[in-house]
């Protein structure tokens, strides 16, 4: 197992009280928490720095982490062989996890919960990011997962093990939607109930279609003339080619509603797709259609900038 | 493999106190906190036991992860930055549906 020195990511001495260290980590979350970072690597810089907290705050994980010895950053060590018994009696296997898996792991934790060594503890909940595409989000998917989570096994020996997780997604989800998994963060110690896997969803931009809730934005060209005289065009929707009715006089713009086409849920809520009229001209024109353009505009009195004058 | 059902964190699902306080972390004492300052709503404040949206998870553990992250000790702060981030989410949100106007 890698030694990773945590006063040094705090920047604290190995004396340090509670106070300092809390005041230390406060200053440096100000800087490298990613929700108000503009560092580069802060991400990166925030995990190495909130491990080094999760395990100084607690007084009863400092002192174990204490009696690892002080090591060089980085070097391969293992801890003294009666190491896990003083902490609460879990036993590790040291060649497959790492540092904060065993301080994530060791018994008596903070906030509150029990101390006693064979006393429940839920399992750790679990986050992951999920990136849908447009067509995944809008029908429905089954995604599967490969993770590798540190649990302890039937005998109690903490392992890194992977995990696969299979997972159906309902039809209708959005872009920033968190959804739960219930049961499938880490399993529970002692009997306790097993953690939650939390997904984070991201919908990739799709090049027709916008969402925005469950309606449905998309770009519908037009010639000048469908504009004008209204038309019957032809509409890819993501549940199929519809015909749509253009009424005569529709302006650049303007948002033809096309019912229940958006985004639907499982319980029958649905969404509206939204057609925007865009006007667009032919860029090359024969001798014909310049000369019947001609004659629209000597016999036109219509101003478009009548507004301006 | 046996497949799961992931639940939509929305509007249409609830959940008790108890189920609240276990799945963000947060203790009854700090969602009774986010909840006086406005934080979070239950469905009927004078009700004698809460229910919340499952929606609530979403921002009772956000408000968890804010005060880990920056060791924040008092639930008040946390509730601003709560209100902080959501008018930040009104507004991105405002921004991409007037992008998708364009």
Redesign the interface.
Known sequence: MKYKDYYAALGVERTATADQIKAAYRKLARKFHPDVSKEKDAEERFKDVAEAYETLKDPEKRAAYDQLGRHAPGDEFRPPPDWGQSFGGTQFSFDDVDLADLFANLAGQSRGRSRAPNAPRPGQDFEAAVRLTFEQAFTGTEIEFDMAVAEPDERGVLRRVPRKVKVRLPKGVTDGQKLRVPGKGAKGVNGGRDGDLYLDITVEAHPLYRADGLDLYMELPLAPWEAVLGATVELPTPAGRISLKVPAGTHAGQKLRVGGRGLSRPDGTSGHLYAVAQIVVPTVVDERQRALFGQLKDASTFNPRAHMT | ??????????E?GTLSVAQLV??S?L?EAELHVLVDCGALAPHDLRASTWLFS?RC??TA?TARR?RD???LDDVHAVAIMLRL?ERI?ALE?EL??L???R
Do not use: C, I, P, Y
């Open positions: 493999m046996d497949s799961t059902s992931a639940l939509v964190l929305d249409r276990e799945q972390g203790s499952t998870v979403v553990r804010l992250d920056f060791a981030r989410e949100q991409r549906h992008r998708s106007l």
